[in-house]
Nanobody, 124 residues
Framework: QVQLVESGGGLVQAGGSLRLSCAVS????????MGWFRQAPGKDREFVAAIVRGGGSTSYADSVKGRFTISRDNAKNTVYLQMNSLKPEDTAVYYC?????????????????WGKGTLVTVSS
């Protein structure tokens, strides 16, 4: 069973920054398409960002474009989400996702593995 463990969530003031990490237990991590989704209370889960298997090309939701950056370190089996200029509407549980077959995740991708989530709270 592939495990995804998120960390780095917490409380931050509007305009601040956080970096989320997702550690993945998998010997073929570099071949996994990776991404981040988030879910606010009472809302549907929404796509945030994705990075192609191996690294390189990235994709972002319009709501976070220019503020968030996804990256991966294949040597450490870790994916990151750098979040800058945070807004109260960014408050949500953030979930790491991985797929062993897709090249890159999309908003409606059905993924193989999910983390348990890490809470990000942005105060105004």
């Amino acid at each position: 069973q592939v495990q995804l463990v998120e960390s780095g969530g917490g409380l931050v003031q509007a305009g601040g920054s956080l970096r989320l990490s997702c550690a993945v237990s998998g010997r073929t991590f570099s071949s996994y398409a990776m991404g981040w989704f988030r879910q606010a209370p009472g809302k549907d889960r929404e796509f945030v960002a994705a990075i192609v298997r191996g690294g390189g090309s990235t994709s972002y939701a319009d709501s976070v474009k220019g503020r968030f950056t996804i990256s991966r370190d294949n040597a450490k089996n870790t994916v990151y989400l750098q979040m800058n200029s945070l807004k109260p509407e960014d408050t949500a549980v953030y979930y790491c996702a991985a797929d062993k077959d897709l090249v890159i995740l999309t908003p409606r991708s059905r993924v193989d593995y999910w983390g348990k989530g890490t809470l990000v709270t942005v105060s105004s």
